[in-house]
């Protein structure tokens, strides 16, 4: 799929009511995701919002789901503020959609087994392509929003000394770096089962690219 066509084609998404009404529902989900954190250690978060941004891109591609961003970055605030609001934080969370719509749109997501070793390794072979995808677009995120736009949002809201940017960009490369492999170890099988219930659901064909 072309770059540029891959935007206008996401664009006519918005004339669909499904589409929208698929939306708003995965939006609903990543909002209520927002609140469900696990945290291992003082300094270290496994969230799961980003699985409805993901599905969004998946399935609508970047234009739905940079709106779908914004949509659960504002109605997270709302539900529960945190500190004061910052547009670069929702700017954070619109090119997160952005980047997924862009790796995952129309792709037919990996179908992995993991009830052994070599049943996992061989079907991931198998589905090497997709699964690719899938982790360069958490990878893609983890680098551009959650260690970049990210730090440099809350250094503006007053959180981190200007100074200590290079300090806080190490920290949030690491932690990172650390949950990256078990955020794609979640993203992939959850992908497949929402991407096996709307094609049930909706009868609609989403073809691989």
């Given at each position: 799929m072309a770059f540029f066509s891959m935007f206008k084609n996401s664009a006519l998404e918005l004339k669909s009511v499904r589409s929208l009404t698929v939306t708003a529902l995965l939006i609903g989900?990543?909002?209520?995701l927002e609140f469900l954190v696990i945290q291992p250690t003082p300094t270290l978060k496994f969230g799961?919002?980003?699985i409805g941004l993901a599905a969004i891109g998946m399935l609508y591609g970047p234009v739905m789901a940079g709106i779908g961003g914004i949509a659960v970055d504002v109605l997270g605030y709302i539900i529960k503020p945190t500190g004061a609001f910052s547009p670069i934080l929702t700017v954070a969370t619109l090119v997160e959609g952005i980047i997924y719509g862009i790796f995952l749109y129309k792709m037919t997501p990996a179908k992995l087994d993991f009830s052994g070793g070599k049943a996992f390794l061989s079907s991931l072979k198998q589905n090497a392509f997709p699964a690719l995808r899938t982790f360069f677009?958490?990878?893609?995120?983890?680098l551009v929003c959650n260690v970049f736009l990210n730090t440099v949002g809350l250094i503006i809201m007053g959180f981190f000394a200007p100074e200590?940017?290079?300090v806080k960009?190490?920290?949030?490369i690491v932690k990172n770096a650390i949950l990256l492999p078990f955020e794609v170890l979640v993203l992939i099988p959850v992908l497949y089962g929402i991407y096996i219930a709307y094609r049930s659901i909706s009868g609609k064909n989403k073809t691989a690219v």
């Open positions: 989900i990543s909002t209520a799961f919002a980003f677009s958490r990878f893609t995120v983890n200590t940017f290079w960009m190490g920290e949030r």
